[in-house]
């Protein structure tokens, strides 16, 4: 068989049950990818003796015929979930040498189901950035080359730590949308507090999906934003998110924001006729500055639904202009309260001090990266006596507002909402908010107030811009809705033709 590492998920869980493959096969063709991409510095740890092992379980069960829905899949984990034994620090170097001695909820789904674990993703510090330069590991570089940049001059600044003038996969999950585009394993985990699932799959060429809140449990996925933090994979396909999810989704009792409702068959949804669904593109969405070729990928995913039988409506979502000044309020005062726990004494790093006022600075000074200290003196200030009423009350009263938005719109009996992923295609690693950190928040502009209200995202490629670079677009539905979701991104997906990805350079 040819590389197997070009297959997609649902080709090689077909390929493995009618025992074409092994999953040891898979999983050494993977390790080998694994071994020779280090340099886009995707993976911070590789586990490959647990890989082998579990895929040897694996063909085991299959030979049995017991095979689960993702036996012997090759996949990689964001350094955000709790991993038993395995290094989990969420990127931090406050949470140095941290080892859990329990596995989370979801990645223990994806083992009961019969994944391969590859090993653990870079990510920003504390899922905090939209680059994957927040990161204590050092940035990731996409696998897509940027405009007029050859192999050559790709593989020198590869080599250089900074990775200067090469792309960012995006943020926060920049490890797992790079090692999925760059073939290092079938499907990541990944996670979106913002937006840091649907932004790098957007920068990418691959698909994410935040689900709506509550669909996966957070037990064990190390807490940036209680309130808007969810899991959700990214893959290559929409049918790879939809088997993915499949597993990732459940209700658990150890997280009291799970809910308790079955998990639809959402592979099923792929493929379902759209046919006589509504559609609504929001007005709010158009915002100043737009790139003439968003607007006009924005227009081709309008015509491509309206030819599969949607009904599209012009529709208003009027706060959304303040759902990104609101969400910097409400999720550094939930990172601030959320990282107080790292003090010196429960994990991970302590940098000795006079007293324990004094440990308890010198370790939070020397173990948080400079934005999470940001986000923390933000979130502090915001929850102060004086501020409290000024800020984060105003922030929470927007947010309900912003929820009500998308409830008029779809009382009013639209089934999901079309929208840009992001306001660009990928710019360079370093290239953004080191003068000003707003700009690289302003990233999140079309993503935020899916996560405020709580509600079901989708990034599916769509084209490339006019630099040959990935776009995407988002589709947002009703709570719970991702069946629709998963149905609107195929057509997308089928209409706009997957653009290959990258060939390896690196
Ligand atoms: N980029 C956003 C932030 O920095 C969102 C991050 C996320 O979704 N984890 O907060």
Not at 137 to 166: C, E, H, I, M
Request: charged residues 20%; neutral net charge; contains cysteine.
């Amino acid at each position: 068989m040819t590389d197997p590492t070009r297959l997609t998920l649902a080709e090689a869980r077909d390929a493995l049950r009618a025992r074409k493959l092994s999953a040891g096969e898979l999983t050494r063709a993977h390790l080998g990818a694994v071994e020779k991409a280090r340099a886009l510095n995707a993976y911070i740890v590789e586990t490959p003796e647990k890989a082998l092992a579990m895929a040897e379980a694996s063909d085991a069960r299959l030979a049995r015929g017991e095979a689960g829905p993702l036996e012997g899949l090759p996949i990689g984990v964001k350094d955000l979930y709790a991993t038993e034994g395995v290094h989990t620090q969420a990127c931090s170097h406050i949470l140095d040498g941290f080892k859990p001695r329990y596995e989370s909820t979801v990645t223990s789904q994806l083992w009961r189901d019969g994944a391969v674990m590859l090993g653990k993703l870079n990510m920003d510090e504390f899922a905090m950035g939209s680059a994957n330069e927040t990161s204590y590991y050092g940035p990731v570089a996409s696998p897509w080359l940027p405009p007029n940049r050859d192999a050559d001059w790709a593989r020198a600044a590869l080599a250089d730590p900074g990775k200067k003038g090469l792309l960012t996969p995006g943020g926060s999950s920049g490890g797992s949308a790079s090692a999925v585009a760059a073939h290092l394993c079938l499907a990541a985990t990944a996670s979106d507090t913002g937006g840091s699932i649907r932004q790098p799959a957007a920068f990418t060429g691959t698909v994410g999906i935040k689900p709506t809140y509550g669909r996966c449990s957070r037990w064990g996925m190390v807490a940036f934003a209680s309130s808007l933090d969810q899991a959700g994979p990214i893959a290559r396909t929409t049918r790879d998110c939809a088997i993915m999810l499949g597993s990732m989704a459940g209700h658990d009792p150890r997280d009291a924001t799970s809910v308790d409702a079955p998990v639809p068959d959402y592979e099923a949804a792929v493929g379902r006729s759209i046919k006589g669904l509504r559609i609504g593109i929001p007005r709010e969405y158009r915002i100043d500055g737009m790139p003439a070729e968003i607007e006009a990928l924005w227009s081709r995913g309008v015509e491509w639904l309206r030819a599969a039988g949607a009904e599209i409506v012009d529709i208003s979502l009027p706060h959304t202009r303040h759902a990104l000044p609101a969400y910097y309020i409400v999720a550094p005062a939930e990172a601030s309260s959320n990282l107080a726990r790292y003090d010196g004494v429960r994990y991970g790093l302590r940098v000795p001090g006079r007293d324990i006022a004094d440990m308890y600075e010198q370790t939070r000074r020397a173990g948080f990266g400079a934005e999470v200290r940001r986000r923390v003196m933000i979130g502090t200030y915001v929850l102060s006596a004086g501020y409290y009423d000024a800020y984060y009350v105003r922030a929470q009263k927007i947010r309900t507002l912003i929820k009500q938005d998308f409830e008029k719109v779809y009382a009013d009996g639209v089934d999901a909402i079309l929208t840009p992923a992001t306001p660009s295609a990928a710019f360079g690693i370093g290239e953004k908010g080191s003068a000003d950190p707003v700009e690289m928040y302003l990233n999140d502009v079309f993503t935020v107030t899916v996560n405020m209200a709580g509600l079901p995202g989708i990034a599916v490629p769509a084209g490339l811009s006019g630099d040959g670079l990935p776009l995407g677009l988002q589709i947002i539905g009703r709570p719970f809705g991702e069946e629709t979701l998963f149905s609107v991104a195929e057509v997308i997906e089928q209409s706009a033709g997957r653009s290959p990805l990258p060939a390896r350079w690196w």
